[in-house]
Structures are given as C-alpha cells and as structure tokens.
C-alpha cells in the first residue's frame, strides 16, 4: 500500500505480476527505468523489485508531459493490463494515468538502462547509492542474500543454533594479525576479527552454533582480494573425532548455499549468466605435503618446507582438481601448525602438521577451518610456546576451565564466495559500501 498523507491508498500490484492481471486495471509503482519514444507511441519501463515492466503511452499530449521525466523519478502509474509478447513477462499497461511521487534534482549521472554501467569500478563505488539500482549489481547481492539464506537453512537442519556475538573485544583473535584498535572508555579494545572465541565458548552451551555478520582487519594490502571489513559466515559443532566431521557440515553448507541460491534467485542467475558449481556428496581432498609434492613435480619449483600455499598453487590445485576428480570444490588438508591460530589442534600422528584445512573453489581459498584444542592445559601451552600468557585470554580460557568437548569449525567469506560465483575480478564488485586501504564512504 502506498500511505503518502493526503493521498489515497491504492493496491500496488509489482511489475512482474502483472500478466497475472490481464484484463484488469492495477497500479504500479518504481521508478522510471527508461523512456522510448516513437512516432505514434511512447514506451515508459519501469523497475520495482521483481523486475522491468512497460508502460504504453499512445495520447500526444501525455506523451509530450512524460518527455519531460528524468530517469529514476519514482512513479505511480495504473492502467488496464493487456497482454503482449513483446513486453518484458508478457504483458504490459495500456491508458495509463500517471503520478510523480519523487524527482530527481539532477540527471543521473549512470545510465541504468544500459545492459552493464561503463564507468570505472572507483567511480561505481563513489555513485554506490545510484549504481547498485542497476539490474546486473542487483542481482550480484540477490545471490549474496541467497547465500546466507541457504547457509543459514543448511545448519539449522543440522541442529545448529544462530547466535550474535559483540563486535568490540578486549583482545585480538589472531595473535599478530591486523587489528583496528579503539579507545573504549579508557581502556583499549579492538573491532573483532572474527566470532572465533565466542563461538568456541557457545560449544558449551548450545553444542553446534553459527553466526553470520561483519569482521574486520586493518588489512595493509590494497589488492583485488582484500577488505578492511567484510561479511564472515562462521560454524562451530563440539563432539567431533576431528577436522573431517568439520568438513562435512562445510560441504553441507555450500551445497545449501548453491540450492538457495537456485531456488531464490533465478533471475538473479540468468543476469548474470552465473554457472553454479556441482556439489559432490564427498568434496576431493589432497594432504598439504601431497600438493606441495604434486605442484613441485610440475612446475619444477623447490617447495619443500614451504608453510603455506601461494595463490598460484591454490589456482593450480583447482584446475588439478578438475582434471582429476571433476570437482570445482577441493579440501586441502594438514597445513603446518605453524601457520595456524593458537587454538588449532595439532595431528596426534605428526604433531608439526594440524588438523585444518582450507577449501579452493575456483582458484582461492573459500573456507578455513579445522579442529579446536579443547583442553585447558594445551591451550596454556600452546600460548607459552608462542611467546603469550593467559592474562590476554582470561574470558575465553574460561570456557575451558570448566570443561569442553572436542569441537571444531569454519569461516567463509561472503563477499568472497560471490565473486567466485559471478567472475568479478575485484571483491570490490561484490561488497556493499566496501570499506579498505583508502575507502570510507560512501
């Protein structure tokens, strides 16, 4: 309903309904997405949500007031619908009478009707509030929302509970890794990394929890790939035998993620020309040792002793994947504890490697997670052999003091997971108001 004081409420009837209306007069409402003019008609197309609908405009003197209309002023226009073929859904508005509810000031600067926007990414992201309204970047966050959706439709039929953890904290999450620090009340505390600690500490009360929310880095690299801020999906379950009961619920979640995003948003998949990968029912896997292995006989390089995997090895692992288990999806498992958290519980077997892992989806790392120490003892040792003490911890230690089960858990980056799906080139492409090196507003 349409409740502007002074003017009467009329039933509004969205753009893609209306070739369930043939016949019948409706309003709509959007904004006027483009004009066509011709030399006995005029078309108006308007956007609301669902899409673009038509507007025919045959009398000259109507034709000549609505000439006037600037693109994106926001209308109320209804009219009798009639069926057409050729109008967008099969069916359009004739006689129609027309309301302006809201102006523009100035011509828009984007032209929204264009099948992409020309402009440079930093000019996009300057005209955000302008440039999101255009069909093709709508669609990239219909595939965002789709995506939590379907990761938060995954874990609550596996019994996990959603929580809301603070976003101020009084120590850092990741020993040495970037933080944004800030003066609260006198006393200094940081933005949070991550949910880590506090989805560890929910383990002991609701066994499987996740969240879905904002973290932030004080990321110093002004890349294709990094933000300063970005939107973490993070799952935590206790009673595990190890990392790979983890991994399990990440391959559900992904497949959750990808079935969402079919049913939620074709449209969105049809803009785009998305292809959504093939989820196996066991995603492949490769030891890190093994890859290092496997990367090195091919390229010729000396890896060995190599604690981590550079982004042309993680490109390189995905088109192996392909080729040898025709999976886009590809766990590497056993990375260096070294290059792990603190919290991460080490091989028994081989106590240098962990029990972590990272999932490759189309050349990048898509998820990192892996089992959790769960004694107290061990997490006062493996802060004694990293330089660090227990004060900094006291909060979260608490938890183990009074006893925690084997537990594990995964984060997946939003932003970055739709720009795998939809091949943008900047993660830029697919964040909301992107906050980085140099970027504040809008």
Do not use: C
């Not at 939590?148 to 874990?155: I, P, S, T, W």
């Not at 801020?229 to 790979?244: C, N, P, R």
């Amino acid at each position: 309903m349409f409740s502007d004081p002074g003017r009467p409420q009329v039933a509004r009837t969205l753009v893609g309904e209306l070739a369930e209306h043939v016949g019948r007069r409706v309003t709509l409402m959007g904004w006027l997405h483009r004009q066509r003019r011709l030399s006995q008609v005029s078309f108006l197309i308007v956007r609301d949500r669902s899409g673009l609908g038509q507007v025919v405009v045959e009398d000259a003197g109507q034709a000549a007031q609505t000439a006037g209309l600037a693109p994106e002023t926001v209308l109320a226009v209804s009219g009798e619908v009639v069926a057409a073929a050729q109008a967008p859904g099969g069916a359009e508005l004739h006689r129609p009478q027309i309301e302006v509810i809201a102006a523009p000031v100035e011509q828009p600067p984007l032209e929204l009707w264009r099948p992409t926007l020309s402009a440079q990414l930093p000019t996009l992201l300057d005209l955000a509030p302008l440039a999101l309204r255009h069909p093709r970047h709508r669609a990239i966050f219909e595939v965002a929302a789709a995506s939590v959706a379907g990761f938060r439709e995954a874990l609550d039929r596996l019994g996990f509970t959603e929580i809301q953890t603070p976003k101020i904290v009084g120590s850092a999450t990741e020993s040495g890794a970037n933080v944004f620090a800030l003066d609260y009340f006198g006393r200094p505390a940081y933005l949070a990394q991550s949910p880590q600690f506090y989805k560890q500490t929910m383990v002991g009360v609701f066994e499987r929890v996740y969240e879905t929310g904002p973290v932030f880095r004080a990321e110093p690299h002004d890349t294709p790939r990094h933000l300063s801020e970005y939107v973490s999906l993070d799952a935590e379950l206790g009673f595990i035998a190890d990392h790979h009961d983890v991994m399990a619920v990440a391959r559900d979640a992904v497949a959750g993620m990808v079935d969402s995003i079919q049913s939620r948003a074709p449209g969105a998949i049809a803009a785009l020309s998305l292809a959504l990968p093939n989820v196996p029912a066991q995603i492949p896997s490769i030891e890190f040792t093994e890859a290092l292995h496997l990367i090195g006989e091919d390229t010729g390089e000396s890896l060995q002793g190599e604690p981590d995997l550079a982004p042309a090895h993680e490109r390189w692992l995905s088109e192996w994947a392909v080729r040898e288990h025709g999976s886009e999806l590809l766990f590497v498992t056993g990375y260096p504890i070294v290059k792990r958290p603190f919290y991460t519980h080490p091989d028994p077997l081989r106590p240098e490697l962990s029990n972590s892992f990272d999932l490759l989806f189309r050349g990048l790392e898509l998820i990192t997670g892996g089992q959790r120490l769960h004694r107290y003892e061990d997490y006062l040792r493996a802060l004694r052999d990293r330089g660090e003490g227990p004060a900094d911890y006291d909060g979260y230690l608490q938890a183990f003091k009074f006893g925690m089960p084997p537990h594990g858990g995964f984060a997946l980056g939003l932003e970055r997971w739709v720009a795998r799906l939809t091949g943008a080139a900047n993660i830029r492409e697919t964040t909301l108001f992107p906050r980085d090196l140099n970027r504040l507003s809008p």
